[in-house]
């Protein structure tokens, strides 16, 4: 059975860091490229970054280059989202997800599985 699992959302001040994790079955992670999107209320789910299988070939959106890592470990079968200077508009219930070809993996229509999403609120 396919399972993604989000962990280490919460509550934080704006300038604040917070690292996200994804645990995801074995064979996922030895076959699919991996993603971060996220939700805010009452708006679409947008893409927010993904990683190859091979760990090296990483996408980000406009909105957090330069502030948002993300990061595998196939070892381990989780993957990671460093989020760094926060901010109000990155308040939003962040998901795991994951896809057979990492060059459309900003398209959610292309999403094979989805996790259930772990909440990041950004507080002033």
């Known amino acids: 059975q396919v399972q993604l699992v989000e962990s280490g959302g919460g509550l934080v001040q704006t300038g604040a860091s917070l690292r996200l994790s994804c645990a995801a079955s074995?064979?996922?992670?030895?076959?699919?490229?991996m993603a971060w999107f996220r939700q805010a209320p009452g708006k679409e789910r947008e893409f927010v970054a993904a990683v190859n299988v091979n760990t090296r070939n990483t996408n980000y959106a406009d909105a957090v280059k330069g502030r948002f890592t993300i990061s595998r470990n196939n070892a381990e079968n989780t993957m990671y989202l460093q989020m760094n200077s926060l901010e109000i508009e990155d308040t939003a219930v962040y998901y795991c997800?994951?896809?057979?070809?990492?060059?459309?993996?900003?398209?959610?229509?292309?999403?094979?599985?989805w996790g259930k999403g772990t909440l990041v609120t950004v507080s002033s």
């Open positions: 074995e064979r996922i992670f030895a076959n699919y490229a």
């Open positions: 997800a994951a896809g057979r070809i990492f060059a459309t993996m900003a398209n959610r229509s292309t999403i094979d599985y």
